[in-house]
């Protein structure tokens, strides 16, 4: 699968935007882009995924580059709660899902 | 209701000793998984199961065995406990087999400490 690469830290205010960056330059065209994210002490927790076109669903977007080289996944209105460790995985249909060092993600009041 | 569920959330144990940890998924999900998170906070699958079979077995020690009595527990048993086995270690489950989905259900990990 191929490897991804995030920021290691971003901040954000309080129920602005927040959007955070992945490269994944050597993705294949049939793996698919996924975000997780990982609040502290607790399990990860599927945020969204994606192949070609942008997505949305009740947590957030995710806007696929036309090349595939890079996506941003969008919080459109953090919260606190939102601050977590954020990670970007591509993977093909059949692939383990193998996790990065992801971003961390804190939303200041 | 809780959806994948692992008991003991802590555990904390002498070096040598030999220890279990339960998993368990009420979503009807065909395939369960377990991670390693350790002090680094790397995440790392160990073990995959489809249907009480064995599919992904990382590089682990054989130390380590996964035991599946049917596909809703995982549970994972650790013999001759070494202090580098200190970490979270996560269950999870997911629709369909090993790997066809990305979507994930983690549960909230189960923190082991070997003295």
């Known amino acids: 699968d191929a490897k991804t690469t995030q920021p290691p830290s971003m901040d954000c205010a309080e129920g ?74 591509v993977k093909t249909s059949y692939g383990k899902l193998t996790f990065g060092q992801g971003t961390i993600l804190t939303v200041h009041p | ?37 350790d002090s680094k906070k790397f995440l790392k699958i160990m073990f995959s199961y489809n249907n009480k079979e064995l599919i992904i077995n990382e590089t682990v020690p054989n130390r380590f065995s996964p035991k599946s009595p049917d596909k809703a527990h995982l549970n994972l048993h650790i013999n001759s406990l070494e202090l580098g086995d200190s970490a979270v270690y996560f269950c999870a489950s997911s629709h369909g087999t090993s790997g066809e989905s990305g979507e994930l259900f983690f549960g909230e990990g189960s923190r082991l400490t070997v003295l």
Not at chain 1, 70 to 89: E, F, G, K, N, Q
Not at chain 2, 7 to 31: A, F, R, W
Request: charged letters at 20%.
């Open chain 1, 16 to 89: 602005r935007a927040a959007n955070l960056p992945c490269n994944h330059s050597t993705i294949s065209g049939n793996e698919y882009v996924y975000w997780y994210r990982q609040i502290h002490s607790q399990g990860p927790q599927y945020i969204i995924h994606g192949l070609k076109n942008n997505e949305t669903n009740e947590m957030a977007s995710l806007i696929i580059t036309e090349d595939r080289k890079s996506s941003t996944l969008i919080l459109p209105h953090a919260t606190l709660r939102d601050t977590a460790v954020y990670y970007c995985i």
């Open chain 2, 1 to 37: 209701d809780t959806a994948v569920s692992q008991t003991p959330k802590y555990l904390v144990t002498q070096m040598g000793n030999d220890k279990s940890i339960k998993c368990e998924q009420n979503l009807g999900h065909d395939t369960m998984y377990w991670y390693k998170q």
